[in-house]
Nanobody, 127 residues
Framework: QLQLVESGGGLVQPGGSLRLSCTGS????????VGWFRQAPGKERDAVSC????????NFADSVKGRFTLSRDNAKNTVYLQMDMRKPDDTAVYYC????????????????????WGQGTQVTVSS
């Protein structure tokens, strides 16, 4: 069964950091584009970032550029989203997803192009 599982969410103070994990089951993540999205209460699901296949291209939403980074551990079949949480606006449920698209600076990160989603993990930024 194909599955993505996010973990690592929680409560963090502004200025703190958090690392989310996205682990694949039934698929090798380094052969797929992996996207990260977030959805705050009452808002639409927004793109956060994406990581390309083994070549490693990335793209980040302007709101997180310079604060969030991506990495991959192929031995663990896991993609990581390292976040520098400066703002309460970063509070949301974070999702990872497998994309049927490309990832790169000039390629919009569109949820409709992602066809396998994790269950999400809650991140709360609060003092």
């Amino acid at each position: 069964q194909l599955q993505l599982v996010e973990s690592g969410g929680g409560l963090v103070q502004p200025g703190g950091s958090l690392r989310l994990s996205c682990t694949g089951s039934g698929l090798l993540l380094d052969r797929h584009v992996v996207g990260w999205f977030r959805q705050a209460p009452g808002k639409e699901r927004d793109a956060v970032s994406c990581l390309g296949t083994s070549g490693g291209r990335t793209n980040f939403a302007d709101s997180v550029k310079g604060r969030f980074t991506l990495s991959r551990d192929n031995a663990k079949n896991t993609v990581y989203l390292q976040m520098d949480m400066r703002k309460p606006d970063d509070t949301a449920v974070y999702y990872c997803a497998r994309g049927s698209t490309f990832c790169g600076d000039s390629v919009p990160i569109q949820p409709i192009k992602y066809n396998l989603w994790g269950q999400g993990t809650q991140v709360t930024v609060s003092s």
